[in-house]
């Protein structure tokens, strides 16, 4: 990524297809950077020759004398290569290609090529199948958008192209000004991750919107994103949440969307926003674009109206924002500008008389007191006080809380005066908003932004894998193609990596059964060993709590009977005796190898009921302590291993340390694809965990038993 600096600020730019037709995209495109005051040099290329736009249109790409910087290619598809080829030879860096008709088609190969001839020549592309790019730095909006693009600090990545575009037409009407907007489209050699690189260490751009359909990259993209989450405020639209969704981006850009409990939390894990909406997006961006950093989250509401007061409260509750609560504070600073008749805590409600400059006093209290990190202001119109006299007091009242570094927002709700007044003062960049749950998850999301650069470690923990002894248990299964290890070798897994299991044999017969009995010791278990049953209790392959050998008798028996008629003809080769273990809180443990990702790790409520309670949290390997507690406590169940209802804490260390050699395992071993643990029996503290049932999959081609 040597030149990407002169993507945005390129010296000259030729358009390939330059039309001389006005209307058509090759000539918009033309228009548009000259339209925008771009001064570096721009060279239209038409096989006829002529001018464009007032400029000479050259015939070939070869005849110009000057160096080109980035090229726009706009001939129809059976055009490009040829296109590509030229501009390659001629030693232009970057080709934006807005061409469609490549791989969201199915015309993969075609695509191919020109990322192999561009490569060929270290031109670097980006598309096809895109609306261009527009940067601020250089003036230039080589888009076939709007050609009013306003300048300023929010850059947008964004895979879908029509989207993109309606998006630079909203940010007009928003006020949202751009420090850059680019369309990615195909994404066949630039993707989201070489521009994050970019747009972290670019100066203007103080927040990075992205619109991501299918990440093709998983590892790089986690990568770029914790880096530039460090830096600014990263807002996501991810689409594809439901199945169909994902169906209709899988078809639409051409790359796979992952799944979205997975993407969710990686997001979560990078430190990145996830809006649900455009809207949602813009408030978000416009918000965080200009406010500074809180010293302290503690926050308080100032409200000439209970009932909004109250809905902000719960929206705090919602975005996770803390309210100052020091009711002798709170008296202290607020008595002097509240009515008797009103409230000092928090909401501090200042009544439905409250007029401009009481506001201004009491926004002035919470300001000047050193623990109140932030204030939100909601107005509701009233004749005492209306929209007129609203608009000066809250234009001043907001420098005077950005000169101190404070962050403020005010929600107001009322009439048509009030919305006008609302939009101009949106323009002058005061952070007003015409809802009180958007004004609060603006604030929500600031908070959640420094919250995750002050807290987050990127180190990991790791655990160190004997792969010889993994690769010796595995060498039969991999030999034959396998897809899965058996009890026996998952149970040698787990000593490698030091997973404690209960005491076990495997009989052949149940004569064999009754004689080991005594060896593994009363009560016992019984699960079936078949290569063709994985879920035992779907099967009725397991039997519980066994206290003698009538009892393992007619176990043996029911296991048989019920296994073959679940599944006639399965294989059986005998049945595993293990120790009952002690009571304790059943949990799940998983590590997979993500297509998209790599590997994950997963943590959940555990037990037979784990797909119908779904209640499990997803991480992207390699992970660190405070990770994988954040993940666990993202649970439902976490209380459980807290201890509920008298019940001692649990080993939640135990649980830490199993994620890391189950992580550590995958991450070391690459054919193996899947790892799950359930249920990991978890005692009381200090008194570890017990897996009782292992599953291990393999990354070969054998059929997985179901
Ligand atoms: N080199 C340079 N110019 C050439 C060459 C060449 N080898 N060959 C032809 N041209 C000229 C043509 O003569 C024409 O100029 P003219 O109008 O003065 O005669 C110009 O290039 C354009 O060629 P056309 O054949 O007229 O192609 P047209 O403009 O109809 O379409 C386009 C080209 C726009 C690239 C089209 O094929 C296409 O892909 N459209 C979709 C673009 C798109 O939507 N991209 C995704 C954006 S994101 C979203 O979803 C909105």
């Known amino acids: 990524m040597d030149h990407i600096n002169c993507l945005f600020n390129p010296c000259s730019i030729a358009v390939v297809g330059a039309s001389h037709t006005e209307g058509k995209i ?16 721009v060279f239209p290329i038409n096989p006829a020759g002529g001018e464009v736009c007032g400029l000479q249109a050259f015939k070939n790409i070869d005849e110009i004398p000057d160096p080109i910087d980035i090229a726009c290619t706009v001939v129809p598809a059976r055009l490009v ?54 940067s601020a730095d250089a003036s230039m909006n080589a888009t076939f958008g709007p050609a009013n693009i306003t300048p300023g600090s929010v850059a947008i990545i964004t895979q879908s192209g029509a989207l993109g575009l309606a998006m630079i037409g909203k940010t007009a009407v928003e006020n949202i000004g751009l420090s850059a907007i680019v369309s990615v489209g195909n994404k066949c050699d630039i993707d989201e991750s070489d521009l994050l690189e970019y747009l972290i260490q670019q100066q203007r751009t103080k927040v990075i919107l992205m619109y991501i359909e299918g990440i093709k990259n998983g590892v790089r993209f986690i990568h770029s994103l914790k880096k530039a989450t460090r830096v600014k405020p990263v807002i996501v639209i991810k689409s594809g949440r439901s199945a169909r969704g994902a169906a209709a981006a899988a078809s639409h850009t051409g790359s796979l969307a992952g799944a979205d409990e997975i993407v969710d939390a990686i997001l979560k894990q990078c430190g990145a926003l996830r809006a649900d909406s455009i809207a949602e997006a813009f408030s978000w961006c416009t918000y965080l674009a ?35 609560n020091d009711s002798e ?50 107005y509701c119109e009233t004749a005492i006080f209306p929209a007129r ?37 949106r323009r002058k960049n005061v952070p007003v908003f015409p809802d009180v749950d958007q004004a609060v998850a603006c604030m929500g999301k600031l908070f959640e932004h420094y919250r995750q650069r002050r807290y987050r470690s990127d180190t990991f923990e790791d655990s160190v894998i004997d792969t010889k002894a993994i690769d010796a248990v595995t060498a039969e299964a991999r030999a034959t193609g396998r897809s899965f290890l058996s009890a026996g070798e998952s149970r040698a897994i ?26 593994v010791g009363y009560p016992l278990v019984m699960k079936v060993v078949s290569p063709d049953i994985i879920h035992k209790s779907d099967a009725g392959g397991v039997a519980l709590d066994l206290n003698n050998s009538d009892e393992v008798i007619d176990a043996w028996q029911a296991i048989m009977q019920r296994c073959q008629e679940h599944l006639p003809g399965a294989r059986i080769d005998g049945i595993e005796l293990n120790s009952m273990i002690e009571p304790g809180v059943e949990t799940i443990i998983g590590a997979r190898r993500d297509p998209v990702f790599g590997p994950i790790a997963m943590f959940g409520q555990g037990g037979i009921y784990v797909e119908v309670m779904k209640d499990v949290s997803f991480r992207a390997l390699p992970l660190n302590r405070l990770e994988i ?48 643990i359930n249920p990991l029996v978890v005692f009381e503290e200090n008194a570890g965990v017990n897996a009782l049932d292992v599953r291990i999959l393999l990354a070969t081609q054998g059929k997985d038993p179901s």
């Open 629 to 676: 507690l954040r993940m666990m406590k993202q649970t439902r169940s976490y209380p459980l291993l807290l201890g509920v209802r008298g019940e001692a804490k649990k080993d939640i260390e135990g649980v830490l340390e199993t994620i890391i050699k189950i992580g550590a395992l995958v991450r070391a071993i690459d054919y193996i694809s899947d790892i799950e």
């Open 494 to 519: 787990m000593q490698i990596i030091g997973i404690r299991m209960p005491a076990s044999c495997i009989a052949r017969s149940l004569d064999e059964a009754l004689e080991r009995c005594s060896d």
């Open 290 to 324: 200009h406010a500074p950093e809180p010293a302290t989250e503690q926050t308080v509401i100032i409200t000439n109206g209970g009932g909004v007061g109250v809905m902000a409260t719960d929206a705090c509750e919602r975005y996770e924002i803390p309210l100052y």
């Open 81 to 134: 290569h040829d296109a590509v080829l030229a501009c390659a030879e001629k030693g232009v860096k970057y080709n934006l290609i807005i061409t469609s008709g490549f791989s969201e088609i199915g015309n993969i190969e075609e695509e191919k090529k020109l990322v192999h001839t561009a490569r060929a020549h270290g031109m670097r592309i980006i598309g096809p199948n895109i609306f261009g790019l527009y």
């Open 26 to 41: 090759g000539h918009t495109i033309v228009k548009n950077i000259l339209d925008c005051g771009y001064t570096g040099s």
């Open 329 to 378: 504070a709170l008296n202290d600073i607020f008595a002097p500008v509240t009515p008797s008749f009103g409230s000092t805590k928090n909401p501090i409600d200042i009544t439905g008389g409250a007029t401009a400059p009481e506001y201004s006093q009491a926004l002035d209290a919470a300001l000047n007191h050193n623990k109140i990190g932030a204030a939100m202001a909601l």
């Open 389 to 425: 006299d609203l608009e000066q007091m809250l234009e001043e009242t907001s420098r005077r809380f950005d000169e101190r570094g404070r962050p403020v927002l005010f929600a107001a709700v009322g009439g048509e005066d009030l919305e006008d007044a609302i939009a101009r003062l």
